[in-house]
Nanobody, 127 residues
Framework: QLQLVESGGGLVQPGGSLRLSCTTS????????IGWFRQAPGKEREGVSC????????NYADSVKGRFTISRDSAKNTVYLQMNSLKPEDTAVYYC????????????????????WGQGTQVTVSS
């Protein structure tokens, strides 16, 4: 059974850092694009970052570029999202999701194209 489980969320002060993990089971990362999305209360779910099935291509939303870094450890079946210089506007529930393999990916691809989702982890940036 294919599963994605997010962890690492929490409360952090502005300017702080968090590392989110997306631990997968029932899939091989080489065959899936993994995306990170977030949804704030009253807002549409938006793409944050993604990593291609080869791991060789990554993409970021403009709002997080230069602050967030996506990476993966295939041996651990885990994808990470390192978030630095966090801002209050980064507050949201963060989700990871998977869709079939592609050599490239875009953070602006609709969340509706992703097939599998985790349950989400809350990130709150506040002083």
């Amino acid at each position: 059974q294919l599963q994605l489980v997010e962890s690492g969320g929490g409360l952090v002060q502005p300017g702080g850092s968090l590392r989110l993990s997306c631990t997968t089971s029932g899939l091989i990362l080489d065959y899936y694009v993994i995306g990170w999305f977030r949804q704030a209360p009253g807002k549409e779910r938006e793409g944050v970052s993604c990593i291609s099935s080869s791991g060789g291509s990554t993409n970021y939303a403009d709002s997080v570029k230069g602050r967030f870094t996506i990476s993966r450890d295939s041996a651990k079946n885990t994808v990470y999202l390192q978030m630095n210089s966090l801002k209050p506007e980064d507050t949201a529930v963060y989700y990871c999701a998977a869709k079939p393999r592609d050599y490239y990916c875009s953070a602006y691809v609709s969340y509706k194209l992703y097939d599998y989702w985790g349950q989400g982890t809350q990130v709150t940036v506040s002083s």
